[in-house]
């Protein structure tokens, strides 16, 4: 296990907003928001209690990574400044390299997912209707194709322990208006295809990705949350891709197969907290996912 590995901030320099799944965010001022990523992961909505070494500071350093790289799409909602600037010396070690330091923005009610193959829950949908989110999609398509072009089907945002739920464009439409549904829609699919097909080049298929966004003071739209990591996305090794079956993958799935086969009292886990207890191998072998999808991605330059 990392010395450096952080289950749970406790900054006593800044007020607490809120814990996430994922990342504690506390408030600098009034303006700006600490965002802390932890070494903890969920599955199935679940909150583990144990952590997955490393893995908040690879994720803050991909999410910084893909900020920048896309930066000339869309405005985003770091400020530029050091996080270690704004606590105290005591605390420097719970936010060095797995932290980022963000303007406080009034976050959209709405996820921007985006879809560039059929998988998860969009697969199962298709087989039902032929469709995604209200998307209508050729017949044909097996599991794991690659759709003729990116989707955009988005989702609300749930609550901590419950489940996002897919919603139409026009549902978004209703919750936010029609010319920031369509903005939000068309400079997701523009991220998704530029962010795609360098990942292509590093021999990852990002097969969908969600954004988040939020509006600042003056209505401008802003990129905020966390991009295009294994937690917001579904990314396949090229080299192992095939059409029809399901790819493995460099996030989370480790752990999912593994709860999916623990007995607990003598009977599966029913998906429900507490989680069953993590053994080091399976939290150091899904850490080595994680850390293989940041390798590929732009540490081997």
Request: aromatic fraction near 8%; include cysteine.
């Amino acid at each position: 296990m990392h010395t450096d590995t952080l289950l749970q901030s406790n900054l006593r320099s800044l007020p607490l907003l809120a814990r996430g799944k994922v990342r504690d965010n506390y408030a600098v001022g009034d303006d700006r928001i600490l965002m802390v990523a932890s070494d903890r992961i969920s599955a199935f909505d679940v909150v583990m209690g144990e952590p997955i070494p490393g893995k908040g500071a690879l994720l803050t350093q991909m999410a910084l990574f893909w900020f920048k790289k896309l930066a000339h799409i869309v405005p985003n909602h770091l400020t530029g400044e050091a996080p270690e600037s704004v606590v105290s010396p005591e605390e420097v070690a719970q936010v060095r390299n797995r932290s980022m330091l963000v303007r406080r923005l009034k976050p959209l009610p709405v996820e921007a997912v985006v879809r560039g193959y059929l998988a998860g829950s969009g697969w199962k949908e298709y087989q039902q209707n032929g469709q995604v989110c209200g998307v209508v999609l050729p017949p044909g398509l097996q599991n794991a194709s690659r759709l003729p072009e990116p989707i955009f089907t988005p989702a609300t945002k749930a609550e901590l322990g419950d489940h996002d739920e897919n919603i139409s464009f026009d549902k978004m439409i209703d919750i936010i208006g029609l010319d920031l549904a369509t903005r939000v829609r068309s400079i997701s699919i523009e991220l998704y295809q530029e962010a795609a097909a360098y990942a292509l080049t590093r021999g990852i298929i990002i097969a969908d990705t969600k954004f988040e966004f939020g509006l600042d003071a003056v209505g401008t739209l802003v990129l905020m949350d966390e991009i295009l990591t294994p937690d917001s996305s579904r990314f396949w090794p090229l080299d192992q891709y095939v059409e029809g079956q399901n790819p493995p993958s460099f996030d989370k799935q480790f752990l999912r197969d593994w709860l999916e086969q623990v007995q607990v009292d003598g009977a599966g886990w029913d998906k429900r907290a507490p989680a069953p207890r993590m053994p080091d191998t399976v939290a150091s072998s899904t850490a080595s996912k994680y850390a293989e999808a940041a390798n590929q991605l732009y540490l081997l330059d």
